[in-house]
């Protein structure tokens, strides 16, 4: 097995903080897996006639949160939320100094280190 790549962090406003963010073969790794976790929830749905209250979302989009574990050493809590906004091409600034993407449309400067 080739010897995986670093993963680049990024800033996440939502998370508050550092976190790993997907590069875009693991993002398409992590899309196949949260697209059968859609897929699994619209099932139940039609197989069960249940709202999405009542769905049992948390247990259907879990091989998601194992996948994004599995691609970063890192749990997240809401599969949405990756998917959403942990892809790294989404975060146009980078900083060298703490290998960190992010987002700074005011400032132009790391949220971490101000460089
Ligand atoms: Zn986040
Ligand atoms: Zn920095």
């Not at 790549?5 to 406003?13: R, S």
């Not at 979302?57 to 906004?85: C, I, M, N, V």
Request: hydrophobic share 30%; glycine share 6%.
């Amino acid at each position: 097995m080739l010897p995986t790549e670093i993963t680049k962090n990024i800033y996440c406003p939502k998370c508050g903080g550092v976190v790993p963010g997907l590069d875009d073969d693991n993002f398409r790794r992590y899309n196949q897996v949260y697209m059968k976790c859609v897929e699994s929830v619209k099932a139940y749905r039609s197989e069960h006639g249940t709202s999405l209250q009542q769905t049992p979302l948390g247990e259907l989009y879990q091989p998601a949160l194992d996948s994004y574990y599995e691609l970063t050493g890192f749990r997240g809590a809401d599969a949405l939320h990756l998917w959403r906004k942990h892809r790294i091409s989404k975060y146009p600034l980078y900083c060298d100094r703490c290998n960190l993407c992010y987002l700074a449309p005011t400032t132009g400067r790391c949220p971490v280190c101000s460089a």
